[in-house]
């Protein structure tokens, strides 16, 4: 008699899906070798030390991960299943071997041809678990874990320098293209915080340009967008460059040594038919020096702090339209 599978409440899950532009290979290599981990894994700006590792069934990794703000993390992994380039299931968070894990893992590798598709089930005791747990993974800047992921294997396969951020949203994925596409909504909430924007010409369509101005009381600075692809409701790739008021290319105001343009690959995933998740991939775009690029490099985590407000800032303007 075969046993029916036992059904899991999804309420516990936490589930997400990336894809990543390097082989399978250089994947799973990343999540499973110490020398690797030690370049990508934990939130921005966090640093982790291996004590051991034994990557087997029935095996550990002993780890602290170190916080910016000089606080240390013990935690320690049991891994349950370890198939090769393909799966790995483990019991994370403990901070000890004999203490009760946070949730179990299941991280799924699937080779793309050339690019690598990662699923991950984290299943959490409850549903009240897991919704604490999503709250805290997102003070805690959690998912910018899987964000370096994509610029470490990235670097190791092209030897581009990126910058990755991506976030899950809660409309259809068609209109979540809308509003990165629609100046009036643009304009509400990309801004930095305490920021408003203006755009002064606006022509968002391949080949057309968006000229805008960005205020705080009497700062501002002027800049303009270069749109290139345009694919609803899939891709949306455009250039970035600060001007002057009259309109000609300016450097950062704040920064002389800041590339003069970024390139930004934004791509949109339907995840279920009211939820998508949105990912920017920002590159310098032509020659920029070496001190130009150790800027760019140097300023991810600001970055991620600078897209994170405005993540939140659309997150709320689609609130308002939703009871609008």
Known sequence: MIMPTPTVDPAREIRLTRIYNAPLALVWQAWTRPEHLAKWWGPRGFTITTHARELRVGGFWDYTMHGPDGTDWPNFTRYHEVVPESRLVYDHGARAADAKPMFR???????????????????????EAARETRVFIKMAGGNSTWDRLAEYVEQQHT?????????????????????????????????PVGFTMVFTQADMRPGGHAAFVMQNGSHQMHGRFTYHEMQRPDRLVYTQCFTDAAGEIARHPGAPVWPAHLRNTVTFTPEGDMQSRVTVCTEVEGEASAEEMAAFIAERGGMTKGWTGSFDKLEAAMADLQTA
Not at 105 to 127: H, K, Q, Y
Not at 161 to 172: L, T
């Open 105 to 127: 893992v299941t991280a799924t590798f699937r080779d793309l041809g050339g690019r690598t598709e990662l699923d991950i089930v984290m299943l959490l005791e409850s549903p």
């Open 159 to 191: 030897q581009r320098e990126v910058f990755v951020i991506a976030r899950s949203f809660d409309v259809p994925v068609e209109r979540l293209y809308d509003l990165w596409t629609t100046p009036e909504h643009v304009a509400q909430w990309l801004p």
